[in-house]
């Protein structure tokens, strides 16, 4: 794997993506412009990014609580994710999913899930079709470090370490399971060392780092394509915002100081460093993709603004309904 110029360019692109629609829908949600809790991905834009660089619209990935990150990053359509966020009917999933289900199955999109640590089986379900069919495809499950205690991910890893799927088990430990540190909530400071207890590599990356990331998840990746079986890749990552939202509900379970310096890893100026020092940008190109990439938020909210709802008359459609 050489790290070329496209691929600077494209991991730097995809965070820069991320850091903006989640900074706009975080407004737009504080505002009340916008219905629904947002849970936001800003600071955990490189683990994404990292992975995703990756996959095409055949291989899958199953997100969580906090999705919105995975979706931009694997090619999500702004205006069909506003729109989705808004409720309307042109929105990736008419409106019916929102923040907390919006999914694009086309790209392989399997959904965000209100459920945590719902997304590995349904994975492992897709690495299982996967094999079967005898493509080369992988499917990627995104989880934190709180799903990592529920029996929902240890027997979803250990399925697919029997039978040797091609998943890539992804976890994103930001350090925290809603308000409870890790410390509180498990007795391993590693999610990786759970991985011998399924038979699987498990290896880390530092989940600030975009570069990193890509490097570790394109070992897994490899493996995985190559019917090497399961890897648990752990990203080292931290959320700048509160659980639900920017501000939260003013719980003090964090302190400023370990905020600041989680700040001074952020990956968007760390790969924007490299950029510049490496001469594939200069900093006057790298206002402009934010730049453009702001304009085409600017475009996607009006989109979704002037959308309609979807009609009642629809509501038990493209949902399961046994009435
Ligand atoms: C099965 C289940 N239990 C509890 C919750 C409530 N809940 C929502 S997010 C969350 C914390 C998840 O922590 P983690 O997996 O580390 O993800 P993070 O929020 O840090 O990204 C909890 C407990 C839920 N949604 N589903
Ligand atoms: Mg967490």
Redesign the pocket.
């Known amino acids: 794997m050489e790290l070329t110029k496209d691929i600077l360019l494209d991991l730097h692109r995809r965070m820069v993506r991320i850091r903006h629609f989640e900074d706009e829908a975080g407004k737009l949600s504080e505002s009340g412009q916008m219905p629904g809790a947002l ?1 936001l991905y800003v600071g ?1 834009e490189a683990v994404a990014a990292g992975v995703m660089v990756h996959l095409s619209d055949e291989d899958q990935i199953t997100s ?3 999705g919105h990150g995975h979706l931009v990053a694997k090619g999500g359509d702004f205006k069909q994710m506003y729109a989705e966020l808004y409720g309307r009917s042109t929105g990736y999933n008419k409106g019916k999913g929102g923040s907390m289900h919006i999914a694009n199955v086309d790209a392989g999109m399997l959904g965000a899930n ?5 997304g590995p089986p349904i994975a492992v379900g897709a690495g299982f079709s996967n094999k079967y069919r005898g493509t080369k495809n992988v499917a990627v499950p995104f ?6 205690n ?1 029996g929902s991910f240890h027997e979803a890893a250990n399925m697919a370490a029997v039978w040797k799927l091609p998943v890539v088990f992804v976890c ?7 308000f ?1 540190p ?1 410390a509180e909530h498990q007795a391993i400071k590693d999610i990786t060392d759970r991985a011998a207890g399924y038979g699987m590599p498990g290896i880390q990356a530092d989940g600030m780092d975009a570069i990193a990331v890509w490097e570790a998840a394109g070992e897994a990746i490899e493996r995985a394509r190559n019917g090497e079986g399961p890897t648990l890749l752990e990203c080292k990552t931290y ?1 700048y915002y509160d ?1 639900v939202g920017r501000s939260g509900i003013g719980l003090e379970y964090r302190s400023d100081e370990e905020l600041d310096e989680y700040r001074k890893e952020d990956p968007i100026p760390k790969i924007e460093k490299h950029l510049i020092d490496n001469n594939v940008l200069t900093a006057d190109e790298i206002q402009a993709v934010h730049d453009g990439i702001l304009a085409e938020i600017a475009e996607a909210i009006k989109f979704a603004e002037n959308s309609p709802l979807p009609d009642p008359s629809t509501v038990t459609e493209d949902v399961y309904y046994t009435g």
Do not use: K, P
């Open positions: 849970h955990e969580t609580h906090r209100g459920i945590v640590a719902a989880f934190g470090d709180g799903a990592t529920e994103e430990n930001n350090g925290y399971g809603e409870t890790q959320r659980h």
